[in-house]
């Protein structure tokens, strides 16, 4: 109730009479400032409610008044529920009390056991022993229940609100006892009483007889599986758990990047990164010296932080590769950037944006399969004992694996002195980078295939922030989306080549190149169906994102749609590549045109598959 200050304390001003039935609600509550009511006043805006009476009185065609209208609401709804938890008698005041337990959803396609003695179905029916529980039809107004039951934990249960009827262990209402929530017993074997002999202990009011938590140091903080309350406390499962483990994990990695980038940033401003230049060794031998003791520290405390909560060795290998590529995304920033001050906004973009792909899938643990896009959930599952496949560590560890390979080769490619020592923009060493490796169609075929990883977790990422809008929003706004990082990844490097005069700014040149490129895109792209194994085409933005062949379709009809995407990666590389090979502006134009030409095909195969 009001009483402590708040952020919105009298933040709306309500005219209601000392003697008006409502004035104890606005009183209790912080949002509201009572005034003395005036017809005058509210219509010149000086108040945003006026009760007269019964009746509440807004103005429509202010923002703030519908908002105070609607705050009201739920405080009168607060103010009659602090009203009934006060009442002497509990049981006639919350009649109902919800036992409130969450159960792992088998999957849609299986079949599940009955337990011995029942007979497997989830239904009341009269008493056949399924859920444990025999039904009673005992009506609310003061009949007694007759159902009866031979569930194998003997609980027949008491519908009647205010009816009677007791359950006597074997399944049988047998008309002693009240029937009311809250004034029998919980025996242990899931039966309630009205005079049971609670041989296996007790709980008032429906409580719930144990909770599970998880191990560790931190097992009370993020264990609880059930709860005993009434229905209006009832709300979703808030995810803890997940929660909590991504800020364990995320913090530390934030710091340790942080050093990792300076050490960087300090060879490059003092220059000591020449006397590793003219060393006998090579790039990759220097960046794996450099990066392998700040990865160590972070298994090692990662390590320290899973024997804490209760985890073991899956936890720790689920949380290296989410090292591996906040340390990558970190040797890039220091290499791009041209001064502390320039690293210091990189790195925190780094940090919100690694930090989001780690967090927001893993919130959904155990709810739908946009969970497992996060290397935090198998981290999850461990704690909670779950068995994980090989293929379900592939799909959520391997994405950041080979992301993380691919930055430190991209950082790699400008750790040479005609780079690291110079002041061009982030923009523009990120294009030395990528025409580092983009000298040939071959080289070209290469990049464009290696880009799939960052394209499939962009594509991942952007069906779990849609995922929970209505679908008639999400899908559009998923379509372009694949459609702005696909051509993307196909034409970025070919327009560094072409900056760096890696080709002839010819139309032949760009047909060749762009070709090479959607070839590449092609071939592994169909390395992208194992999203398939992790469930994500259950969802009807999984399907839209990878559309699985039409069943019942002939087979010159099946091997057309197979190469069609073919000949759309081609078309739409090939058309960048001509903008690309005029410059900056015509690239970005030719770009546009691409994601356009992208985004019809995908809404045209999208019903057609549909």
Do not use: C
């Amino acid at each position: 109730m009001g009483g402590s200050a708040a952020l919105d304390e009298g933040i709306y001003r309500v005219g209601v009479d000392d003697e008006n039935p409502y004035y104890p609600v606005v009183e209790h509550s912080s949002a509201f400032r009572p005034v003395e009511p005036d017809q005058d006043a509210f219509n010149h805006s000086d108040m945003e409610l006026l009760i007269d009476g019964g009746t509440i009185h807004y103005n429509s065609s202010i923002g703030k008044s519908e908002a105070a209208l609607s705050e009201f609401a739920g405080a009168v709804e607060a103010y009659n529920y602090e009203m009934m938890r006060q009442e002497r008698n509990q049981t006639a005041a919350f009649p109902v009390v919800v036992d409130l337990r969450y159960e792992e959803r088998p999957p849609i396609d299986s079949t599940v056991s009955a337990p011995d003695g029942q007979d497997g179905t989830t239904g009341g029916g009269a008493g056949d022993g399924s859920n444990d529980s025999g039904t009673d039809d005992g009506s609310t107004d003061g009949g007694s229940g007759d159902g009866s039951g031979d569930g194998t934990n003997g609980s027949g249960t008491d519908d009647g609100t205010n009816g009677s009827g007791t359950d006597d262990g074997n399944g049988s209402t047998d008309g002693s006892g009240d029937g009311t929530n809250g004034s029998g017993t919980d025996d242990g074997n899931g039966s309630t009483d009205g005079a049971s002999d609670g041989t296996n202990g007790s709980d008032d009011g429906g409580g719930t007889d144990g909770t599970e938590s998880g191990g560790g140091l931190l097992g009370g903080a993020l264990g609880g599986d059930s709860t005993g309350n009434s229905p209006a406390e009832i709300s979703p499962p808030f995810p803890m758990q997940s929660l909590v483990l991504a800020f364990l994990f995320i913090v530390p990695m934030n710091f340790v990047i942080q050093l990792y980038g300076g050490s960087i940033m300090n060879e490059r401003i003092n220059r000591r990164g020449e006397l590793m230049l003219v060393a006998p060794v090579g790039r990759g031998a220097i960046v794996a010296g450099k990066t392998l003791p700040y990865l160590a520290a972070l298994a090692i405390v990662s390590t320290a932080i899973a024997l804490a909560i209760g985890g073991a060795g899956l936890a720790v290998a689920a949380v290296v590769p989410l090292a591996v590529l906040f340390l990558s995304a970190a040797f890039v920033g220091a290499m791009f950037s041209r001064s502390f001050k320039e690293l210091t906004f990189v790195t925190v973009t780094i940090s919100v944006g690694l930090s989001s792909y780690a967090f927001v899938p893993a919130i959904f643990t155990n709810v739908t399969p946009i969970a497992m896009i996060s290397p935090l959930t198998l981290v999850v599952w461990d704690l909670q004992g779950e068995a994980v496949t090989a293929a379900e560590y592939a799909f959520s560890a391997g994405p950041p694996l080979l992301i993380g390979a691919l930055l430190f080769g991209l950082g790699a490619g400008v750790y040479r002195e005609e780079d690291m020592f110079s002041q061009r923009a982030v923009h523009l060493k990120a294009l030395d980078a990528l025409a580092n490796y983009a000298r040939s169609p071959r080289s070209v075929f290469g990049v464009t295939a290696l880009s799939i990883p960052f394209v499939l977790l962009a594509e991942l990422l952007a069906i779990a922030i849609l995922f929970a809008l209505p679908l008639e929003l999400s899908a559009p706004v998923l379509l372009l989306s694949i459609s702005i990082i696909e051509e993307l990844a196909k034409s970025l490097h070919v327009y560094a080549g072409f900056a760096h005069n890696r080709w002839t700014p010819t139309l032949r040149s760009a047909a060749i190149v762009g070709s090479a490129s959607g070839a590449g895109f092609f071939v592994a792209e169909k390395a992208m169906h194992v999203v398939s194994v992790a469930g994500i085409t259950t969802l009807d933005l999984g399907r839209i994102a990878f559309p699985e062949s039409a069943a019942g379709v002939d087979a010159p009809v099946a091997v057309a749609m197979f190469f069609l995407p073919l000949a759309l990666h081609a078309v739409t590389a090939i058309v960048s590549a001509v903008g690309a090979r005029r410059g900056r502006w015509q690239y970005s134009a030719a770009l546009g045109l691409a994601i356009a030409i992208h985004t019809l095909y995908n809404l045209g195969v999208t019903r057609y598959v549909a």
